[in-house]
């Protein structure tokens, strides 16, 4: 798996792009750090209630629950697209509500968002909606060029290149939204429903590629209602309900020296 | 290398939006074809106006009897101590005489040598509206009514009171309507291209609110935006001009030849009219599409 090593190099690497000063933070070393968050939205709708948790760097967490349960509102908060009415946010360390409206496009940058609707560019082919993210950051030509087969040859989309998302299945579009997501090697990815729109045997590969991305020490959150898969993968699991933090558990049987490969046969037999 | 980027981007919008920016470009073209036979048509009647103004005129006539010194000293009296006086034109009893003649031959055989006309001053105010006082303070009203002279030599003062009050209410009236229909045209041409700017944007906010969640800033998103409003601004500008340019060297050239009358009103030269147009229209479509996008950057 040539391709997965490099991108462990490169993560390795980069300047860790978001400086981590552990004295803002209440957990040291967390990478994400929710304390007491409450969204209220303007139509009177609780989104969250004191929710608190904390993720340490590496960790490959699943949000769980109903719909209306906040893992939505969990996500939105993180990308800053809203803002909470409560409580403080700290990713890598940075008060969220102290970052100014401009800078919020530097900010996103660092964060690898995937989405239940995709949300590709539709009028440009898989290869420009993944080089988008690296001209949104000002990379060269060359840069490009450098990086784009790379991901795509990752995320198993080499001969897909010049397709138009149109053209593509969901599980296809899927993968190009996660190429997207960490071509600029985020340290942190997050993934809202990334299965939603899926059928098993799909969402498993999805999954598969998030497990392998997490492999390169990105630290990946999943918002997900898919309680069978949650449980086939053993791992972090957070669950909401109503807006409250109802069951924050590391599974058990927490095989982390698993590859790819054997994840992906324990995936399908269980 | 951001330039070109951003310009392949515009290009490849305009492209892939092509019934959009077809529709933005025509209302450009519209627009621009409309301001471009208006400005001309409104200077005209301007310049029309104003040089019917520039008849408004006063008579001051002399008394019969009065003889060179009264003649210097009533002129000294117009040219340096009478405010609103722009000019003096001294027209001597056989000038007028001479004048009349050559107007009506058969009522001046009649009077043979005899000369009944005054010397006369023909006054033009600085400013036609001013007419009034320039009279005033020439012939004040007296208190019993009627008029005083405050020159034993001047006999009358007028202004042909009926033709000059005509004249500057309907030249006032005309300016006034030409000012009116400009300026809701101009706001007309705006709204109109800022309204079919944002229809097309309209359908592609979607690509808007990725860009954003993707870590794009404003300026990155705007840029190619701005330069495709610029781009649809400058084609349909362009293709007005050319339509304006056959239309005046086909239709108004000729008749500006063959009537003299027509060319005589003072309007804009034509490449400087054409300057304005394409500016005009580039920099409203270009400032359509930036401020029209700003709602669609609010993610």
């Known amino acids: ?270 | 290398m951001k330039l070109g980027f951003f310009l392949r981007e515009a290009l490849r919008a305009l492209k892939r939006n092509a019934v959009p920016s077809f529709a933005a470009m025509a209302t450009v073209l519209v627009t621009v074809l409309i301001l471009g036979v208006f400005i001309p048509v409104v200077q005209a009647t301007t310049g029309a106006a104003n040089e019917v103004r520039g008849r408004v005129i006063a008579n001051v006539y002399l008394v019969r009897d009065a003889d060179e010194k009264d003649v210097a000293r009533v002129r000294n009296l117009l040219e340096n101590d009478t405010p609103h006086v722009a000019g003096v034109e001294f027209v001597s009893k056989d000038q007028a005489y001479a004048e009349q003649r050559k107007r009506n031959p058969a009522a001046y055989e009649e009077l043979g040598q005899f000369n009944p006309l005054p010397h006369t001053f023909r006054i033009t105010p600085d400013d036609p509206d001013n007419i009034g006082k320039v009279r005033n303070a020439l012939a004040p009203l007296a208190p019993g009514g009627g008029r005083t002279v405050i020159d034993g030599s001047i006999d009358e003062v007028t202004n042909r009171e009926e033709d000059t009050n005509k004249i500057l209410s309907v030249t006032r009236a005309v300016k006034l309507t030409t000012a009116l229909l400009a300026g809701l045209l101009m706001i007309a041409s705006v709204l109109l291209i800022a309204n079919t700017i944002r229809l097309s944007l309209f359908a592609r906010r979607r690509e808007v609110e990725v860009m954003k969640l993707v870590g794009a800033t404003d300026w990155f998103i705007r840029w190619p935006f701005v330069m495709e409003g610029m781009l649809v601004g400058f084609l349909g500008g362009v293709l007005a001009v050319l339509v304006l340019a056959v239309f005046k060297v086909a239709v108004v050239d000729p008749l500006a030849a063959e009537y003299a009358l027509i060319a005589a009103p003072e309007t804009m030269s034509f490449p400087l009219l054409v300057a304005l147009l394409l500016g005009a229209a580039v920099a409203v479509s270009a400032a359509g599409s930036g401020l029209s996008l700003r709602r669609f950057l609010r993610v």
């Open chain 1, 1 to 270: 798996m040539a391709a997965t090593e490099r991108h462990v190099r490169r993560r390795s690497q980069q300047p860790a792009p978001l400086p981590t000063p552990a004295a803002q933070s209440a957990v040291p070393g967390a990478v994400i750090d929710f304390k007491n968050v409450s969204k209220r939205y303007p139509s009177g709708d609780t989104g969250l209630e004191g929710v608190s948790f904390a993720i340490m760097p590496g960790e490959f967490v699943f949000l769980v629950g109903a719909s209306g349960s906040g893992k939505s509102t969990t996500m939105r908060l993180l990308i800053k697209e809203t803002e909470p009415t409560g409580g403080t946010i700290h990713v890598a360390g940075r008060d969220l509500a102290k970052i100014p409206r401009r800078r919020v496009p530097y900010y996103r940058r660092n964060v690898g968002m995937v989405f239940q609707d995709y949300k590709l560019l539709p009028n440009r082919t898989v290869y420009e909606n993944v080089a988008y993210a690296l001209q949104v950051t000002g990379g060269s030509r060359r840069d490009i060029r450098d990086k784009v087969p790379d991901i795509l040859r990752l995320t198993g989309l080499s001969l897909k290149l010049h397709n138009h998302p149109d053209q593509l299945s969901g599980g296809e579009q899927q993968r190009v939204s996660v190429a997207r997501a960490f071509v600029n090697h985020p340290p942190l990815l997050l993934a809202d429903e990334p299965t939603g729109n899926l059928d098993p045997e799909t969402s498993i590969g999805i999954m598969q590629l998030l497990y392998r991305i997490n492999k390169t020490g990105t630290t990946v959150v999943v918002a997900t209602h898919d309680v069978e898969m949650v449980d086939k993968m053993r791992r972090r699991v957070i669950e909401l309900s109503h807006g409250r933090v109802v069951r924050d558990e590391q599974a058990g049987a927490y095989a982390a020296r698993e590859t790819t490969g054997e994840f992906a046969i324990r995936m399908r037999d269980e």
